[in-house]
């Protein structure tokens, strides 16, 4: 990895938690999906370096609770189904991988709570939190729909060179 | 229609299945709420000032609306409802870690206070903690 992709994959995690701070007034709408699947597309696998420093940053802010072991492994989920689909282009198909990623965030989540309270405590997480998973599947829809194709274009003119 | 309008319509229908299942789940599976008058205890241990325990009469279904009504709590809405930065006119100084959480009976709850339904006799037990 250049120089150059050490701080743009940096600056790309930054950017990732400023976005989220910046919109965490507004309850389950933020762009921090859509700014992952845009670095897969651009950076490939090396996008994980990204979510690091955006997982990092979060709990450096507010604290390394319980919610940071699911941090260490949700959104690498996001990550290895966005390298699947990395060829894709069409808008569409975007928006579904960050639906189907916002509906499954809380499902995710739970996923240590079967370990620390059994699997009831793990469903009960899981079955609250679906308000929060809907609203977060259709936000990450309709702004990855948006804003997946325009910003796919301003990186390609800001990056001429493709990644390696 | 080319290959990938057709994979991008079978994911979206695929996502709309999973939401019906979603709210179907939601439905049948998260806990019943109690409707009309109950009665209900909050002790509230405070770290400066003496601690209280109030007993509150309400309607509420959920425990934000009976808090609410003794004008008990102030907060900001979050991802997982609202965020208690002030109870009983004590306020949690983020600076040094501190927030607002709280039991049922001495249990752990995880859902937060616009979740939680409230049946007649319940008790909470909320307490200012420091340290993330």
Same mark, same amino acid.
């Given at each position: +990895? ?6 743009? *994959?940096?600056? #790309? ?6 976005? @989220? ?15 992952? /699947? ?26 390394? &609770? ?16 966005? *390298? /699947? ?16 990623? &916002? ?51 301003? #990186? ?9 | #229609? ?36 109950? !009665? ?6 405070? #770290? ?23 004008? *008990? ?13 002030? +109870? ?8 040094? @870690?501190?927030?607002?959480?709280? !039991? ?29």
């Amino acid at each position: +990895m250049s120089l150059r992709e050490l701080i743009e *994959l940096a600056l #790309m995690g930054a950017f990732m938690f400023g976005t @989220q701070v910046a919109m965490s007034s507004i309850p389950n709408v933020n762009v921090v999906s859509v700014l992952i /699947i845009l670095t897969v597309m651009i950076y490939g696998v090396k996008a994980f370096y990204a979510v690091a420093v955006f997982v990092l940053l979060e709990g450096l802010i507010y604290g390394f &609770g319980l919610w940071f072991i699911n941090y260490l492994y949700v959104w690498d989920v996001l990550v290895l189904a966005a *390298l /699947i689909f990395r060829k894709n282009e069409s808008s569409l198909i975007w928006a579904a991988i960050a639906g189907l990623f &916002g509906l499954s965030f809380g499902l995710l989540c739970s996923l240590p709570y079967i370990f620390i309270g059994g699997l009831p405590m793990a469903l009960s997480y899981w079955v609250s939190g679906i308000p929060f998973d809907l609203a977060h599947c259709a936000s990450n829809f309709i702004l990855t729909l948006l804003l997946i194709g325009p910003l796919r274009k301003l #990186m390609q003119k800001l990056r001429p060179r493709p990644a390696t | #229609m080319n290959k990938s309008t057709k994979t991008g319509l079978a994911l979206v229908a695929v996502l709309i299945v999973l939401v019906v299942g979603a709210l179907l789940a939601y439905h049948f599976l998260s806990p019943g709420t109690t409707v009309g008058a109950k !009665t209900i205890t909050v002790t509230i241990d405070h #770290m400066v000032g003496d601690d209280k325990t109030i007993e509150i009469k309400t309607d509420a279904e959920f425990l934000r609306g009976a808090l609410e009504q003794e004008k *008990l709590i102030e907060g900001e809405n979050s991802q997982y409802g609202l965020f208690i930065t002030l +109870m009983d006119g004590e306020k949690a100084d983020e600076s040094k @870690q501190q927030w607002w959480g709280f !039991t049922k009976s001495g249990e752990y709850v995880d859902t937060g206070i616009d979740q939680t339904p409230i049946a007649d006799g319940d008790s909470f037990e909320f307490k200012l903690n420091e340290g993330y």
